[in-house]
């Protein structure tokens, strides 16, 4: 049986260091959205989720979500949408994605991450810095709590 693979916004949570992500006690893996839904959408859906998902106070809350917040901590860097910092939430378009269940328990879910490109500042030609690669990312769930790793 052949799988449907799709092209879509891949958001997850991202961090230099480790113990930042698992402080967090949220999934890796925030949203997968249509690939269709604008970039300017997916920055206030951005806002919306750090909001929610990182256990800030109120004060917060309210600094994270103005839309002065969205323009001094929204990033873009090579196609993704980013906000925060150590941990951020990192928005991107990925493609060939699809979900495997390897278990009642547990769910993987692969995907492509898009080469990126640089200017060559002398020619104006592009550079690829990173090209195409395979990513997944496993989740396991137990009793309605989650455990992750990633592959």
Same mark, same amino acid.
């Given at each position: 049986?052949?799988?449907?693979?799709?092209?879509?916004?891949?958001?997850?949570?991202?961090?230099?260091?480790?113990?930042?992500?698992?402080?967090?006690?949220? &999934?890796?893996?925030?949203?997968?959205?249509?690939?269709?839904? &604008?970039?300017?959408?997916?920055?206030?859906?951005?806002?919306?989720?750090?909001?929610?998902?990182?256990?800030?106070?109120?004060?917060?809350?309210?600094?994270?979500?103005? !839309?002065?917040?969205?323009?001094?901590?929204?990033?873009?860097?090579?196609?993704?949408?980013?906000?925060?910092?150590? &941990?951020?939430?990192?928005?991107?378009? !990925?493609?060939?994605? @699809?979900?495997?269940?390897?278990?009642?328990?547990?769910?993987?879910?692969?995907?492509?991450?898009?080469?990126?490109?640089?200017?060559? &500042?002398?020619?104006?030609?592009?550079?690829?810095?990173?090209?195409?690669?395979?990513?997944? @990312?496993?989740?396991? @769930?137990?009793?309605?709590? @989650?455990?992750?790793?990633?592959?």
């Amino acid at each position: 049986m052949s799988r449907k693979k799709r092209k879509a916004w891949l958001i997850t949570w991202r961090s230099s260091r480790r113990d930042y992500l698992n402080d967090l006690g949220r &999934p890796t893996i925030v949203a997968i959205l249509d690939s269709r839904v &604008p970039a300017d959408a997916i920055g206030h859906m951005l806002q919306a989720l750090y909001c929610s998902e990182s256990g800030l106070t109120l004060l917060e809350k309210l600094t994270i979500g103005s !839309v002065e917040a969205r323009r001094r901590y929204g990033k873009g860097y090579l196609g993704e949408c980013r906000l925060g910092s150590n &941990p951020s939430l990192v928005a991107r378009r !990925v493609k060939d994605l @699809y979900i495997e269940r390897t278990s009642a328990s547990e769910q993987t879910v692969f995907w492509t991450e898009d080469a990126q490109f640089t200017h060559e &500042p002398c020619s104006n030609r592009l550079k690829e810095i990173v090209p195409d690669r395979a990513m997944s @990312y496993t989740e396991r @769930y137990s009793h309605g709590q @989650y455990t992750t790793r990633s592959a």
